[in-house]
Nanobody, 119 residues
Framework: QVQLVESGGGLVQPGGSLRLSCAAS????????MGWYRQAPGKQRELVAA???????NYADSVKGRFTMSGDNTKNTVYLQMNGLKPEDTAVYYC?????????????WGQGTQVTVSS
């Protein structure tokens, strides 16, 4: 199992920056995929960014060039640096950890952190 705790959300003006953190209960290098998802009111949860144990990183087209996902193995923490924030980035952001097994996959979620972009 993996427990995840997010932090760093808040209210920011358009064009501003925020850094989200996600602390995991185990070494992030032992987690197959870690990702950030978001869910805006009335919309489905969507993938924002993900990083694999091999170091590969994927980003949603809507955040490419503005958001950067990174990890710190010494702190068992992943981060999402968000720059150039737009009102449409407003959502609850969730951290996800995915473990792969021979018979399938297991997903673990944090409690979510609210990001509001507004003037």
């Amino acid at each position: 199992q993996v427990q995840l705790v997010e932090s760093g959300g808040g209210l920011v003006q358009p064009g501003g920056s925020l850094r989200l953190s996600c602390a995991a209960s185990r070494r992030i290098s032992s987690i197959n995929v870690m990702g950030w998802y978001r869910q805006a009111p009335g919309k489905q949860r969507e993938l924002v960014a993900a990083i694999t144990t091999s170091g590969g990183t994927n980003y949603a087209d809507s955040v490419k060039g503005r958001f950067t996902m990174s990890g710190d193995n010494t702190k068992n923490t992943v981060y999402l640096q968000m720059n150039g924030l737009k009102p449409e980035d407003t959502a609850v952001y969730y951290c996800n950890a995915q473990l792969h097994f021979p018979i399938g996959k297991s997903d673990y979620w944090g409690q979510g952190t609210q990001v509001t972009v507004s003037s």
